[in-house]
């Protein structure tokens, strides 16, 4: 390169230095010129003012006396002194009021944007000597550096004259705090790209070079404000972006980073500026993909930068704060928490990563220490211990697999074949990891919460979930993973030796529990809940899938009894816990078993929902002696929801040849699970009735309006024979239409009387139509067998006996119902009455006239004339003997 060429170069970059210099120089004169125009003025006042005060007063006034008259300012000399002039005390100016917009503009937007392009430029000019090839590398830096240091000093310069050349009346642009962030910024990027891209400097140069100007960052933001924290940040985290390089070096960024963070984390702490420690954290977490990015074949770079930063974020977002609070007065800090779940959720993506190799239980390992260790001693840091066990069991369930002969490992997330053979690579650093961490997670977690003194039962709860909640977790995924969910005798006596080591926690913590208080006894509860959810596991892991079920819901039954009567109100929620799982459990394989249950009736069936439906509810029983709250409404639903599916799967089975899960559904199959739901649903209105609650009155109205969706499209219409052509089983009278129509007609009278006078008219109004329909749909169909045989297809036709009958069976039907109404004092059976009446004479009238001949259409019209009459004269038969009317006369 040439003289001339260097020189050009040099000239262009004074050009923005002279720029800004003359910037500022315009800006101080200006402000100068103001002040004495300002100070000219507030003289100009204070004599005109004075003036006035000796003037005469205005007329009609006295003037005071001659003693009295006194200039305000100038004050009495001795005479041996000469006359001064009057002193003007400073005036203040009167605050500027803000024109608007180009204020905003013209004041502080455009500081703020004219700093912002001094760094950018600075950076991209080093930019453009890279790629023009323009300076040696060292000049480059060198360059970099000057400009870095020329912006630092003049911000620095600005800020100890801001007072005497700032502007009254206009708010402050932070124009030192603004260049001072853009040297850092350039600063920063110059030290890195010496050390990353061009190699000028070693490792423990970089260090102490970084380190260095991390620390006038810091002592800069405390000086200037929070604009250059805020700035300095966001130039320093994305330095490494904007001057890259071919061969990335994710080295160098775990380097970087840490110094970034910490000048960050610093000044936070000296200025108390939370938002600040919280943005550090949030640009660390960022940057971890891009950390991974860099090079696809190792992460051992990402394991020490996440490592280093879960640390950080514990030591200055909790254990600084709080390292003074006491437990009673702690309080949950979510932002905290919050970062470091993030920490923990990148940690155990990271675990799954193959390239880990050996080193994945050890960085696992770090990272849950921390966060247990932050949760331990600080109580507001509380929900960080369930970090930790987050961190152990996900890395648990994410370790790699080996896959191929070769036993190379594979990622979970990417394998391929069965669920089930997911058999972790390295079991025996496996089983050492899961052995030392989860032990060591629950106890301290017990230990942290029977030392504490007055620990809020908000972060006590966390404290006791994760010492009970741990192991079982941890205990699931290594069954899974290891044993594939197949029966294992081993990890049976693993759940039976927890099982007692929560016996032996609880025994302790009871013989403290009345002098510990709350906490102790919440501790309590959550161990012996995890004694018996232990023992429900290791009844998972040896018994079949039908005797899992029968031992899950005695196991529900057992925790009601030990809970009211050793006075454990947390092992009520054990019970609703259970009774969950065993809800799900069934939902994943209703049968119980594989195949066939069993005979009709005794079978698999029976034990698999009769026994849980009885526990919970002797469950629901036991528990409400100690008030009904929701885990007692819980059970008491659980009882009657396997109550209902015990009586549908047996429905089902004896229809189907012993397969519940057959695909077909027929008319009797209908039929007796619409007499089902409503049967139960009659049983949970009168248990509301008696004891109003939500789980009745709900569960009825959801069980009638699935009997409602069975009927009408179930019965009159999808499986209706009329319109089915299959053919109907049974003979003349017992055939399948008594357990079709017959009997849920019936039990639908009993709803509708069960809802008179205890439910909105609209409920007994709706059964009472539906049970009405299900008796027509059964006369009708009964008599169409009787004519037509077992096929009762609508295109079959219909015979003029036929004919005849259904008017007669309206009739009969009209009659009996007013027969009733008026026995009984009935109105909707009066009114029911007269629609079958009514009925009757247009069928008479319309259908009979045109289709029968001969006796039959005689028969037809005389049968309803005599019933028309008879229902005549036994209404004014009772209109006439009704109090209040006149007899008649003879």
Avoid at 9 to 14: D, E, K, P
Avoid at 34 to 62: D, F, K, T
Avoid at 606 to 635: H, M, N
Avoid at 784 to 808: A, D, I, M, N
Wanted: with cysteine.
């Amino acid at each position: 390169m040439d003289e001339l060429t260097l020189l050009a170069i040099l000239l262009v970059l004074t050009i923005p230095v002279c720029a800004v210099t003359a910037l500022f120089l315009a800006l101080g004169a200006r402000r100068s010129a103001a002040a004495l125009r300002l100070r000219l003025e507030a003289l100009e006042n204070e004599l005109r003012r004075s003036r006035g005060a000796i003037e005469q007063p205005i007329a009609g006034e006295s003037l005071p006396p001659a003693a009295a008259v006194t200039p305000p300012v100038v004050e009495s000399l001795p005479p041996e002194q000469p006359r001064t002039t009057p002193t003007v005390p400073p005036i203040a100016a009167a605050p500027r009021k803000d024109s608007g917009l180009e204020d905003r503009l013209g004041s502080r937007w455009a500081v703020w944007v004219g700093g912002i392009a001094l760094a950018l430029g600075g950076i991209f000019l080093v930019r453009y000597s890279i790629e023009q090839n323009l300076l040696a590398p060292g000049v480059r830096v060198m360059i970099g550096l000057l400009f870095a240091a020329g912006l630092i000093g003049a911000g620095e310069w600005l800020r100890r004259r801001e007072r005497d050349i700032s502007l009254p009346g206009f708010p402050s642009a932070n124009v030192p705090s603004v260049l001072t962030a853009a040297g850092t910024c350039t600063a920063f990027a110059s030290i890195y790209a010496a050390y990353a891209l061009y190699g000028l400097i070693s490792p423990a140069a970089a260090f102490v070079l970084l380190g260095a100007v991390a620390v006038l960052t810091m002592a800069a933001a405390i000086l200037h404000g929070p604009a250059l924290a805020g700035l300095g940040l966001v130039g320093a985290m994305g330095s490494p972006l904007l001057v890259s390089s071919q061969e990335p070096q994710p080295w160098a960024l775990v380097i970087y980073l840490p110094f970034v963070v910490l000048a960050a984390y610093g000044v936070a702490r000296f200025r108390r500026w939370r938002w600040l420690a919280l943005a550090a954290a949030g640009g660390a977490l960022l940057w971890s993909p891009l950390i991974a990015l860099a090079d696809e074949r190792t992460v051992l770079p990402l394991m020490v930068h996440l490592a280093l930063q879960t640390a950080f974020a514990a030591l200055f977002l909790v254990a600084d704060p709080y390292r003074s609070t006491a437990d009673g007065e702690a309080r949950i800090d979510w932002p905290a928490s919050l970062v470091l779940l993030l920490f923990s959720l990148g940690s155990v993506l990271t675990a799954s990563a193959v390239e880990a190799g050996s080193a994945r239980p050890i960085f696992a390992g770090i990272v849950a220490l921390v966060l247990l260790a932050t949760g331990f001693r600080f109580a507001a840091a509380a929900p960080a211990a369930a970090i930790a066990a987050f961190t152990v069991i996900g890395t648990l369930l994410v370790w790699p697999i080996a896959r191929d002969v070769a036993g190379n490992p594979e990622n979970i997330f990417y394998m391929s074949g069965d669920i089930f053979a997911v058999r972790p690579d390295a079991l025996a650093a496996y089983l050492i990891f899961a052995c030392v961490l989860v032990p060591l997670v629950s106890a301290a977690s017990l230990l942290r919460l029977t030392l504490a003194g007055q620990l809020r039962l908000p972060i006590a709860a966390w404290y006791a979930g994760t010492a009970a909640v741990t192991p079982l977790l941890a205990l699931v995924a290594a069954y899974w993973r290891i044993a594939g969910l197949e029966r294992d005798l081993s990890f049976a006596l693993a759940a039976g030796l927890l099982a007692l080591a929560f016996v032996f926690a609880a025994t302790r913590l009871r013989q403290r529990g009345d002098e510990a208080g709350e906490t102790i006894r919440l501790g309590l509860g959550a161990v012996a809940a995890a004694a018996l959810g232990a023992l429900a596991l290791g009844l998972t892991f040896v018994l079949d899938r039908g005797m899992l079920t029968v031992a899950f819901a005695l196991t529900a039954l057992a925790t009601a009894w030990i809970s009211e009567r050793l006075t454990i109100p947390a092992l009520r929620y054990a019970v609703g816990a259970l009774g969950l799982i065993v809800l799900g459990r069934l939902i994943w394989s209703p049968t119980i078993v594989e195949g066939n249950p069993g005979p009709i009736l005794v079978n698999w069936l029976l034990w698999g929902y009769g026994i849980p439906a009885v526990s919970f509810f002797l469950a629901s029983r036991w528990l409400e002696r100690s008030g009904r709250d929701r885990i007692v409404q819980l059970t008491e639903s659980l009882s009657f929801v396997f109550a209902t599916f015990l009586i549908f799967f047996e429905i089902r089975h004896a229809l189907h040849a012993g397969d519940p899960l057959a695909v077909d559904f027929g008319l009797v199959e209908a039929g007796l699970i619409a007499t089902e739901t409503l049967a139960f649903g009659v049983l949970l209105t009168r248990l509301d009735l008696r004891k109003p609650d939500l789980v009745y009155r709900w569960g009825s109205l959801i069980l009638k309006g699935l009997s409602l969706a069975i009927c009408i499209g179930g019965l009159l219409i999808g499986q209706n024979p009329l319109f089915t052509g299959q053919p109907l089983q049974g003979s003349v009278v017992f055939n399948a239409l008594i357990p079709a129509y017959l009997l849920p007609s019936l039990i639908a009278i009993l709803l509708a009387l069960a809802e008179r006078g205890n439910k909105p008219p609209f409920y007994s109004w709706t059964s009472a139509i539906l049970a009405l329909a299900l008796q027509l749909a059964y006369v009708c169909l009964q008599i169409r067998r009787v004519f037509q045989g077992p096929e009762l297809g609508f295109w079959r036709g219909v015979t003029q006996g036929e004919q005849w009958s259904y008017s007669l069976a309206l009739l009969v039907i009209g009659i009996a119902l007013l027969g009733i109404g008026l026995l009984r004092d009935i109105r909707f059976a009066r009114l029911a009455s007269a629609v079958y009446l009514v009925l009757a004479v247009l069928k008479v009238f319309i259908v009979d006239l045109a289709n029968l001949e001969g006796v039959m259409r005689a028969l037809s019209f005389i049968g309803l004339g005599l019933v028309l009459i008879g229902i005549g004269l036994v209404y004014q038969r009772l209109l006439t003997q009704r109090p209040g009317r006149p007899a008649a006369s003879g």
